[in-house]
């Protein structure tokens, strides 16, 4: 096909020449590696037509065309501009790099590209100042076009040269003699480019647009050649009112345009400010702070702001550092970073690919110690925000993806001081049902080092964790879900490792007997208010991983502790049922170990606290102090039959425990007395049970004579 495509282009009709290189063109398109298999003599034949002034500016449409293919292929070439981008805003592979290995390498045809580009230039440069009539008059669409393409063709020849001369190519043009020279007194001389009278908006954002890719192309080449302070002057003065007027047009029909002409040039602010000085720099700075601040977040303007800030603050932080008088350049920072917080809530969770460049910011600010204390207000309402009548609201947090999630938690290391309202707020989240349980753990890790870097007080840490273990709210409440839609959604296995994580996150937080006297109290509150029973369980595992043998509990502890133990005690008998296989290696057996077995650890501990745990259930059959212990503290187990019964499991499995079993010798009496209690109320003629309750008593007396026989012997 190229054979009679290269035929066409040096046919003497200029309409086949034409149509020759739009065919080029989709060839290229399709095809990228076509360009560089045959380069010299395609770059060759574009010089060709483009001399051949006599025709193209009568048949503008065909020229655009030809042009169109032109920009396409020196868009393959490598850049300078993507060595000059940031990490994470580097463009995915070039379509060419997918044909590499049907295609040798760009640089081994190197000197031949260079050299026909160098011959290629100044025919672009001569064939935009054709045009330049055009300018005084009415700059039509197809002129328009024209002339951008040009332009954008020239920017990208010099970007190729630049990046031969950035890899140290030995081929790559000495552009301040040769191309450098053409540019300066054929090109850059025009600027900037203007109408002789007023034009609507549309037509002054054509004039706006082919002056930014000028601006583009004198940016390149200041990199290698020092032009004149007059001309560079012009440029500053331009982008200075790119960034004022056209970020603060109001016209909606022309908002794209507009973004597009603004995000071109704020890649080159970082560059300005680090070369200009006094005045410059300063409007400079204050025309980019207002377009930051006035652009809309979800914009590609925000966005190519980000990029800035970050290139001018962490990779150019030396250049902006220099003066260590000049304020005017930290408070410039400091205004950026303050306004990072707002434009994450601004963005949400409708804008995630937005959100997340500016979390990565954050950390990366973080890093350097640029977090400031008092930027945590914004952030709370990021993850949630207390409501009217206990109602919480949700920030964009939990909606985000997982990986801008891991991003927001690990800024909050680089505070120096998290605040207790946002821990109370990320608090909020994690007890979220939405959020990912591998989000909790992780939230739960970072929080842990961030205490133990001295960031947390530990009296909010601590508190953070209670929280968590008190008001998780685990479902199914019934801990043998009934149905296999229960058993699927249910959540107990992650509470379940998240009481073990909370209980390791506590035993390494310093001394022991430290954190078991800020925790003890707060535990005990928090149980008395009859929380749920996995909540119960979450609390009491706490205590045990701080506790030691003989207990640290007060005596005050212990007395309180022992209404609430009691009560908790018969509500797992009242929610594990007994099944045929009492053996711990069954599913019944190992539930109910795994509820039981602090209790089990706190009476080896203390068996002052197993002795009145025994007395309370004992005076508790009885009228008034039963209903009286049923009301303040069971939460699940109603009515005498159901209470008794679950008494009387209860003394059963602590028989079975070896500990405990030991200890229970020493408490004959108190079950003597449990006994009795059952036994009277059974036989009180004023209490009216049904036959149904009466029977599950009486079988609860045999069961307990069996456990008092084998305690005598």
Known sequence: MMAYIFNAMTHLAIDVRLMAFKFFDLAVEYHPPSFFSYAEKILQNYEDILRKNQFYLEDKVKLKN?????????????????????????????????FELDVPTVFAEYSVIIKKLKDLVPVLVNCFQDFLPVLHDSLDAQSFDCMLNILRSIDLAVAFFIHGIQQGHPESPPLDQSISSVLLKKLLVVFPLSPMHHLSEKDDDR??????????????????????????????????YVLLEKSCSKMRSNKAVREKQISTLIPFIPKLVSRVIGNWKNRLLQAFTKTFQDCSPESSVKLACLAAIEEMIISHEDLLCTDVNDS???????TWIRELPMLLILLGDRHSSSSKVVLHLLLRLGQRSLLYDDMQGLLKEFYSTDQDKGNICYGPFLRLARDSQELSICC??????????LLKSIASCCLCHELDPFMLFRIIEVLHST???????ISDFISFLITLASRFKVFPENIFPATERDIKTSNRATFKSLTSVVCSCLSQMGDNSLIFAILEKVILEQISLKPFLDNSCAMLRMLIALDSKPTRLSEQSICSLSNVLSAYLIDVAHCVPEDDDESMSSIHGQTRRYYLLPSFILFDRSHKLLNLVLNVMGSSINGRSFSLLSGDHICYAKGSSSIINAIVSVLLWLQREAKVQQILYLYKEEIDHISRSICSLQSLEEINVPIEERHIIKRAIDRLKTLTSSLYQ
């Open 412 to 421: 909050l290391y680089y505070f120096s001081q998290l605040d207790s309202t």
């Open 451 to 457: 205490y133990k870097a001295g960031h947390i007080q």
């Open 328 to 334: 005017g350049l930290f408070d410039y920072k400091i």
């Open 66 to 98: 030809a042009l169109a293919g032109l920009v396409r292929c020196l868009l393959l070439l490598p850049s300078s501009k993507e060595v000059n981008l940031p990490a994470k805003n580097i463009p995915e592979k070039k379509i060419l790099q997918a």
């Open 207 to 240: 004039y706006v647009i082919l002056n930014i890719v000028i601006t583009e192309i004198f940016m390149h080449l200041s990199e290698w050649i020092c032009p004149p302070a007059v001309l560079f002057e012009k440029f500053l003065t331009f982008v200075e």
